[in-house]
C-alpha cells in the first residue's frame, strides 16, 4: 500500500529564506503528485500539479520536483514571507478512482 | 466562482445522533471525494464516487454513509455507529481522470461530539 511521508515540522526561520520540503512516497507507480497548502482550520488550496512525465513545475515563487524512481518530491519556496506560514501537504496518486494518498504535512512558520 | 461549498462550518453532534454534512460543487466534476483529517494525521479517505448513484468505501467507512443522487451534490451522513467522530471533514472533486487535473478541495467542516 502506498505511503508518503513527510517531516513533521520544519524550524521557525527568518522571512526572505529559501526552503525546502521534502516528501517521499514508497510506490513509485504514481500518476501525479500534488502539493498543497493547509491554513489553521480551513481547507486545502492546490499549490502545484506534477504529472508523472514531468520533472518539475513552477508557480511564482514554487518550484516543485519529482524524482519518480526514487520516490521524492521537493518543494521548494524561494524568499519565504511570514504569509506562507502554514501546513504544506503532498499527495499521490496512482491514478485509479480512489483518490489521492497523503503525507502528514510539515508545518511552517516564518518569522517576521 | 467555480468550487465546492461545504456545509455547516461548523457542527454539534450529541451522542447517539445521526448527522448529515453537505458538499456540493459547481466545476461540473465527475468525481467526488469524502477525507477525514485528524490532529497529527493525513487526510483519510471514507467514500468516494465516480458517478451520480455510485460510490465505493475507502479507507475508514465504517460509521459512515454516503448517497450520489446528483452530479452537484455528494453528502455525508455521520451515523451513531461512529465512535469517534469528532474531527474535521474534507470534501473533494476531480474531473473523470482526475489524475490528470488534480482535486480541488472544499474549506472543510469541524464536527464535535457534546
Known amino acids: 500500500k502506498q505511503e508518503v511521508t513527510q517531516i513533521p515540522a520544519a524550524p521557525s526561520v527568518p522571512e526572505g529564506e529559501n526552503l525546502v520540503l521534502n516528501c517521499s512516497f514508497t510506490d513509485s507507480a504514481i500518476y501525479n503528485l500534488q502539493w498543497f497548502r493547509q491554513d489553521p482550520g480551513k481547507g486545502l488550496t492546490s499549490l502545484l500539479l506534477?504529472?508523472?512525465?514531468?520533472r518539475e513545475q513552477t508557480s511564482g515563487r514554487l518550484n516543485a520536483s519529482l524524482d519518480k524512481s526514487s520516490g521524492r518530491s521537493t518543494l521548494y519556496i524561494a524568499a519565504s514571507q511570514p504569509g506562507d506560514s502554514a501546513t504544506y501537504l503532498c499527495a499521490v496518486t496512482g491514478g485509479g478512482a480512489d483518490g489521492l494518498t497523503f503525507g502528514k504535512g510539515t508545518h511552517l512558520i516564518i518569522q517576521p | 466562482d467555480g468550487g465546492i461549498t461545504q456545509s455547516p462550518k461548523y457542527l454539534f453532534r450529541k451522542e447517539g445522533q445521526n448527522v448529515t454534512l453537505s458538499c456540493e460543487q459547481n466545476l461540473n466534476h465527475d468525481a467526488m471525494y469524502w477525507y477525514r483529517q485528524d490532529p497529527g494525521q493525513g487526510l483519510r479517505l471514507i467514500y468516494y464516487?465516480?458517478?451520480?448513484?455510485?460510490?465505493q468505501k475507502g479507507d475508514i467507512a465504517e460509521g459512515y454513509s454516503v448517497s450520489r443522487e446528483k452530479k452537484e451534490s455528494f453528502p455525508l451522513t455521520v451515523t451513531s455507529a461512529q465512535k469517534n467522530p469528532t474531527a474535521f471533514y474534507l470534501c473533494?472533486?476531480?474531473?473523470?481522470?482526475?489524475?490528470?487535473?488534480?482535486?480541488?478541495f472544499g474549506s472543510g467542516t469541524r464536527l464535535t461530539v457534546v
Open positions: 473533494a472533486s476531480s474531473p473523470i481522470g482526475g489524475a490528470n487535473y488534480g482535486y480541488t
Open positions: 464516487s465516480q458517478i451520480v448513484n455510485d460510490f
Open positions: 506534477i504529472q508523472s512525465s514531468q
